[in-house]
C-alpha cells in the first residue's frame, strides 16, 4: 500500500479541490491509502471516499502570502508541516500540496531532507511540446543560484524521472543556454556543458534555446533555477494572453465572430488540450529522500488527481529510491 | 538630411525585402538619404527610388553562420562591415542590418564603437502588450554576463529610448526577477535592485515576472543579456507554437472548423496585429555612438521600411547624442 499525506488547505479552491481529486484517485488506483490534514468538518463536507482515507485534524494552516521559512518554523501545526513530518516520521511515503511553493520547498528540505550526495534538490515540472509528448524542465526555480555541478545533478535526476516515471528509454537531455554550438553562455553554461558531455551515465544532446523548447529538441531540460523560472513564467504569460486576446478578438468581432467560434469549438477545446499540461502531474521538488510534489495554486480536482496519479508512479517505480543508490555510489567514488 | 547605411545582403529575403523597404520608406519620408551597401545588379533588380538613394557595390558579404567575430575582421569588405565604417567615418548618421545578428554586434561594437561611460550597449526591442503599448526589453543577448552596474545603465538607456522614440513622458522601469518581493533574485539581481532604487533619474517600480510582460507591467524591463536572451526566445516560441496549433487543429477540423475559420478570419487577423511588432521596427544596439538597428533575420518589405522609420524618429530626436552628453556628465562626476 501506497501512502501519500496529502495537504487539504493549500490552494485556491482548497479543500473541496483537493478532496475531490481525492475521491477520484481512491476510486481509480486500489493500492494508495491517503492521509488528509487540515480542518476536519471543512474536508468532510466534501468527501465520498470512505475506505483507505484518515483525516488529521489541525487548525492551522499556511497562507500563500506567509513568508516561507518563517513560516515553517513558526507554524508547526500547519498542514503542510504536518504532511511533511509524517513524510519524515515514514508514517507516509510522499506528500502534495498544492500551497505557497516557498514554503513547500522549505518544508521539503527541512523537514523531508535531501538524498545523501545531491546539494541542491531542483523543481521540475513536465511542460507541453506540440506533440503531446512533453518535456521535463529543472531547476523552475527552487534556487536563485546555481553551479554547474548542480546542473549536471538535474541532468541526473531528469533522465532518472523521464525513464522511470515517463517510460522514456532513452532520454534525450539538453542544456538551455543562449545558442546551440558547444562555446556559447556565461561561464556557468560553459562549465556545465563540459560536465554534461562527460556524464556517461545520460544522454547529452548538447545546448538548445527557449524558442525550441515546445518542439520538442529534449526530452529534459537543465537550467539555472533563475532562468528556468524566468523562462517557465514567459511560456506560461506568453500562452494566457495568447489565449485571452483570441477571446476578446471573438468578443469584439460581433456576431459574425460568435458564430465562427461556434464551428471552430471543437479545434479550439482540442489546441486547450495541448497546452494543458495538467494531467503530467505537478512540480516535483526533486532530489529529497520521498517524493514531494506541488499542484498548482489554481488547481481543481482534475489537477490534483494527476498529480496522485503521478506520486503513485513515483512509488511504484521506486524513482526516489534508486536515486539514492546512484548518488550514495558517487559519494563513495568522490 | 539624415543619412542611413543599409546593409542590402543580410537576411532571408536580402536583397529584395531590404530594397523594397528602401523604396517605400524613400517616398513616404522626404527628409532621409539611404545608402545601399551590396551587389549593386542584384540591388538595381529591385530599386525603384531614383532620388535620395546611392549603391556602394560590393561582391562580399556576411553569411549567417559566420563567425561573427572573425567575419567581421576578415571580410573587411562585406556589404555590413562596410555599412558600420560609413557611420564611424561619418559619411552616414545611422545604420542598418537584417544579416548576422553576432556579426552586427562585433561591427557595432569594434567599427562604431561605444559611447563614453557605456560599459555593455545592449539589445533591445520593443515587445508587444495586449493594450497595444509595448515595453522595450534590453539586454537581450547581447552580452553572456553582466554586471549590476551594467542593468543600471541598460534602465537609463532604456528610459532616454521610451521617452524620446515611443513619446512616452515618463517611463516605468521594472527589474526581470524570480518574485516581485525586492529581496528576490540572486546576488546580481540583488544589487542591480538597490542601484535602480537609487537613481533619481529613472521611475523604477520594482521587480516584475516574465509571466506579466504582456500585461504591460513596465515600459522598459532591464534584464541580464543571459536571462533576457532566454525570455525572449521563451515569448517567440510559445507564440509561434501556439499560432502553429491553432492553425493545425483547425486543418484537422475537417469542413465545420474550415468554415468556422472563415467566419472568424476578421478576428485571427486582429490577433495576429496584436502580435506582430514589426512595426515598433528592429532591435537596436544600444549605447553606441550612432543607431545600428537589426531587423529581424525573416524581414519582409513591411519590417524594413518601419527599421528605417525607426532610426528616422531616433535620428530626428537626437536620443543618442543625449545619451551621449549624459553619460559624459556622469563619467566627469565620477
Given at each position: 500500500m501506497k501512502r501519500i499525506a496529502v495537504?487539504?488547505?493549500?490552494?485556491?479552491?482548497?479543500p473541496k479541490a483537493i478532496v475531490e481529486g481525492v475521491n477520484r484517485a481512491i476510486q481509480d488506483f486500489s493500492d494508495i491509502e491517503i492521509q488528509l490534514y487540515g480542518d476536519e468538518a471543512k474536508i468532510r463536507e466534501h468527501l465520498?471516499?470512505?475506505?483507505r482515507v484518515t483525516i488529521v485534524h489541525t487548525n492551522e494552516k499556511i497562507n500563500s502570502d506567509d513568508e516561507p521559512a518563517k513560516a515553517i518554523r513558526r507554524k508547526k501545526d500547519a498542514s503542510m508541516v504536518l504532511a511533511a513530518r509524517a513524510v519524515k516520521d515514514g508514517e507516509a511515503h510522499a506528500m502534495m500540496s498544492a500551497g505557497n511553493t516557498g514554503a513547500l520547498l522549505a518544508a521539503g528540505l527541512f523537514?523531508?531532507?535531501?538524498?545523501?550526495?545531491?546539494d541542491r534538490p531542483g523543481l521540475m515540472s513536465t511542460l507541453p511540446t506540440r506533440d503531446g509528448k512533453g518535456f521535463d524542465m529543472l531547476d523552475?526555480?527552487?534556487?536563485?543560484e546555481n553551479t554547474p555541478a548542480h546542473l549536471l545533478q538535474y541532468a541526473i535526476l531528469g533522465s532518472f524521472y523521464a525513464k522511470n516515471?515517463?517510460?522514456?528509454?532513452k532520454p534525450h537531455v539538453g542544456l538551455l543556454n543562449n545558442?546551440?554550438?558547444?562555446?556559447?553562455?556565461?561561464s556557468l553554461h560553459k562549465e556545465a556543458y563540459d560536465l554534461l558531455t562527460q556524464e556517461a551515465s545520460i544522454h547529452f544532446v548538447g545546448n538548445v534555446e527557449a524558442r525550441d523548447l515546445m518542439n520538442g529538441v529534449a526530452d529534459v531540460v537543465v537550467t539555472d533555477g533563475f532562468t528556468g523560472n524566468a523562462v517557465l513564467k514567459a511560456i506560461e504569460g506568453t500562452a494566457i494572453n495568447l489565449m485571452g486576446s483570441l477571446k476578446s478578438a471573438i468578443k469584439s468581432g460581433g456576431f459574425k465572430a460568435k458564430i465562427g467560434a461556434l464551428f471552430l469549438k471543437d479545434s479550439l477545446y482540442q489546441l486547450k488540450d495541448t497546452m494543458d499540461y495538467s494531467s503530467a502531474g505537478g512540480a516535483v521538488l526533486f532530489g529529497l529522500k520521498a517524493p514531494v510534489v506541488k499542484s498548482h495554486g489554481s488547481s481543481d480536482e482534475r489537477a490534483v488527481y494527476y498529480t496522485i496519479k503521478q506520486i503513485r508512479t513515483m512509488l511504484e517505480t521506486d524513482v526516489v529510491n534508486q536515486l539514492v543508490e546512484t548518488f550514495t555510489k558517487e559519494e563513495n567514488h568522490d
Open positions: 495537504d487539504a488547505m493549500g490552494g485556491d479552491y482548497a465520498t471516499a470512505s475506505e523537514v523531508v531532507g535531501r538524498i545523501k550526495g545531491v523552475l526555480g527552487a534556487n536563485a516515471v515517463r517510460g522514456i528509454a545558442g546551440t554550438e558547444a562555446t556559447k553562455g556565461d
